[in-house]
């Protein structure tokens, strides 16, 4: 692959962000240089995604002829195989997708409140059990009705050209025959453990997973491998019967004999009833680009939108050149704006009107860089109001390019690794716990420390606000670079950066991934990195009295991104993960 590290700008940016130390590497590599694994270039079709096996199954269809909607839909079903702890048949999610003629499609899958929630379900499930697991998060109670199998089989149907049983195929022989799960699989295991070990109650609850994942409690070892039978079965069975088996039929029946059971509330009516939603994307600029992203009930597309607005009016790559730290606190306070509206004015459109148009505008954008972006110190956070305060590891996004100009942005979710903890044992099947995505309890903040208002409370049928933000960068009015994220709120500063790597600073795909990455989501009030600044940046951040998180707090979103070259795709795989792309 060719890897122009740039003139001046791309040298300084690369310098102050941590990329420093690869471009002697960079340089003095032979052409062509051979690809780390986790980029691939491929001339006709480019599929990236957090697991090897995902990507190799979606290339697998584009191989066979399919098009990019075909290849989205293996890939989502190997995703649920091999990456159980992050997404899977009991969760949901979006897809955008834009055909080679230029039309436009967004697709809403995400989960839904059963019709039994009530806006203080939590609250009294505290009161009656204060020192059990949260009652949003964990057990049956946490569970909202899942989307995915609807989502792609509308979507296979519409837009596919395969027919179910050809795109389960991959992820069936995955199932059957099994996978050497990963570090990063052997890691939120681990985490997983310590739950149970807190709640021990937490195994009556979900116990294929406590069985299977855990192997009766005991930690897989890397390398070991993984089957799934009953999962197998279960894809096998909606691959030949079609959706209504899991709607309609044995699965929603198991699902509601479960929740009954275990005090949860999904009925067979909520289930029969789900239906996906088409919605409108959100169109932008950013600079000579164009944007196409995801609206509500995503929060990503509208942060994204308004974060690229503000810095839009500073020449950030020239700030950089002379004062790193600068041009780092202008994005930090981009993304505080960003976030606190977030708080203020987000939820599911189908219930409150959010003021998109307003949010997503330059002359709002202006405003805020004109009045809001002091250069010698950071904004207090206490200036932002909400109606009512503080109160997403799970996810994974794989983005799909095929030959034809077709491609794909996909984020699905069962939000927090595992999910719920609540399972359906005889189809091997995880159940979300999307219902911690609400206001769940007031005055507390969610999984991720995230703080919404009363737009985002629970109500029957609603869906959770979410930060997934599948991002669609057109240049000269054609597909340039497809990406999006896992990591809850860090999806969307990961994104970001990631975004403005490419376009700002002119590097390669490669360069930008692997570049430092700033998070601020208005509460906490830290700036949190995904490894050490360098001594300027931090120095400068701490003069303007930023706060940052210490080292035992760096986390960060995972990227899954596709870039058009002269010769075709270029996937790249979030190397903190360990995914790897396919191409061809």
Known sequence: MNRPIGETRNSVYCRWLGVAALLPVLVAAPSPAADPPWIATGAQGMVATDSPYASEAGCEILKAGGNAIDAAVATSFALAVTRPYSTGLGGGGFMIVRFADGRVVVQDFRETA?????????????????????PSRFTHLAVAVPGLVAGRSQALLQWGTMSLEQVAAPAIRLATDGFPVDKHYVTNSRDILKRYQKYPGLKKTGTYVYETHLCDGQLRAVGDVLKQPKLARLLQAVAENGPDFFYKGPVAEAIAHEMKKHGGIVTKEDLANYAVRMREPIHSTYRQYELIT???????????????????TLDIPSIY?????????????????????????????????????????????????LIGLDPDKCCDPALFHI????????????????????????????NTVFGS?????????????????FSAEPGKPNAFGLIHSARNAVAPGKRPLSSMSPTILLKDGEPYLMLGGSGGPRIISSVLNVLLGVTDFGLSLEEAMLSLRPHHQWRPDRVFFDAKPSIPIEHGLRKRRHMLAGAKERKTGIVQAIMRTENGWIGASDPRKGGRPAGY
């Open 421 to 437: 903890l609540a399972a359906i044992d005889e189809w091997g099947l995880i159940l979300n716990n999307e219902m911690d995505d």
């Open 114 to 134: 059963p019709a039994a929630a009530t806006e203080g379900m939590y609250v009294e499930a505290t009161e009656r059990n204060p020192e059990g697991p949260p």
């Open 321 to 369: 050149e002379t004062e790193p730290a600068l041009a780092t606190h202008y994005q930090i306070e981009a993304m505080k704006y960003a976030f606190a509206d977030r708080a203020k004015y987000l939820g599911d459109t189908d219930f409150v009107k959010v003021p998109l148009a307003f949010l997503t505008s330059k002359a709002y954008a202006e405003v805020i860089a």
């Open 387 to 414: 109606e009512r305060p503080p109160d997403d590891s799970g996810t994974s996004h794989f983005s799909i390019a095929d030959r034809w100009g077709n491609v794909v942005v996909s984020s699905e979710t069962i």
């Open 294 to 312: 995801m609206p509500p009930p995503s929060s990503g597309g509208i942060a994204l939108v308004q974060t690229l607005n503000i810095l839009e």
